[in-house]
């Protein structure tokens, strides 16, 4: 069964569980948020994603069992607020994930994550002139604001845990009563006012977090590492050297490598690497076996040395690149 929100809407399940063990297919089916993902680790993956419409605010949970780099942007007429669990560690834009952090996000603005094993999150996301309505209602405009861009708040360790807890208690009844979601509006409206006061109770001691030295240090490698992936990127399988790295990211080399190893744990090469592989596997995945051929998208990619190739690809997905192309895997389950 699936829910209308307005006339002519697209009909979607009011709850979807995706279980993801690859992650160049992190994306496929969701509408939502975008996100790109790419696996830090040569272990098999396994990623959850599940997601409980509400009245008009959707509750989304995330969980993996190794360190990722995940770009995430929420789509249009969307703002989130992310809080996470007790047990996260990783990066939000080169800022730790401490006790008492919870993000603020405007629509259409992207977040890079680098979650460790054992990570999960919850995001709230709804509407701004939802959220609006109801502070403009009590007269706390003054107090509040829609965020713009990426704004990180402090809201206190219990506040912290509080919201996280009652995300998570929603998300687990999605999971084992999907059905009191699906059989009527009324359960996901009761969801949405507790979502709403517990949301607003929280805003209401939030305040902006003050980094110190130290974050300040990653948040600028991470800059670092953007820059020079979003170059490398622009260059496709075209010849990538450390020098025009470090000239786009402004950085002496030895910067350049403590930046990555702090970020990412890998060297400039490394990673790059694993990004491409990213990026063949994805072009694999939507090829056609009858007009592409594996050497074709691994050239396309820089990649020249065929059984080096290979090799790297069955290390970091665990097959051959010749097995994905003939039998690509099911994208990821969904369960009603």
Known sequence: MGIIKNLGDIVEPAVTIVDISDPTTVNAGIELIDQDAVQLQSKPLRARRVIAHLETATVMFHSSNLRLRTATSVRKDLLAYVTF???????????AVRPGLMLAVAP?????????????????LLPP??????????QREGAF??????????????????????????????????ALFDGGMS???????????????????????EPSRSDRTRQA????????????LSLGGSGIYVTDLCRVAGVSERSLQYAFKEVLGLTPMAYLTRLRLHRVRQALLAANPESTTVSAEALRWGFWHFGEFSRS????????????????????GKQP
Request: charged share 25%; aromatic share 8%; hydrophobic share 45%.
């Open 85 to 95: 669990g007790p047990q996260a560690r990783g990066t939000v834009n080169g800022l």
């Open 108 to 124: 259409e603005t992207e977040v890079r994550f680098v979650v460790d094993a054992g990570w999960e999150a919850i995001a709230f």
């Open 129 to 138: 002139q939802d959220i609006s309505a109801h502070l403009n209602a009590r």
């Open 145 to 178: 604001h829609i965020p713009q861009g990426v704004e990180t708040l402090q809201i206190g360790a219990e506040g912290a845990r509080m919201l996280f807890d009652w995300g998570k208690r929603l998300i687990d009844a999605a999971v084992l009563e999907p």
């Open 187 to 209: 359960g996901r409206v009761a969801a949405q006012v507790e979502l709403f006061e517990m949301l607003l109770a929280t805003l209401d001691v939030a305040r902006d977090f």
């Open 221 to 232: 490698q991470t800059r670092i590492v953007q820059s020079a992936e979003n170059h490398a």
């Open 313 to 332: 690809y069955r290390d970091c997905f665990g097959e051959l690149p010749s097995d994905t192309l003939r039998n690509k895997p099911e994208s990821p």
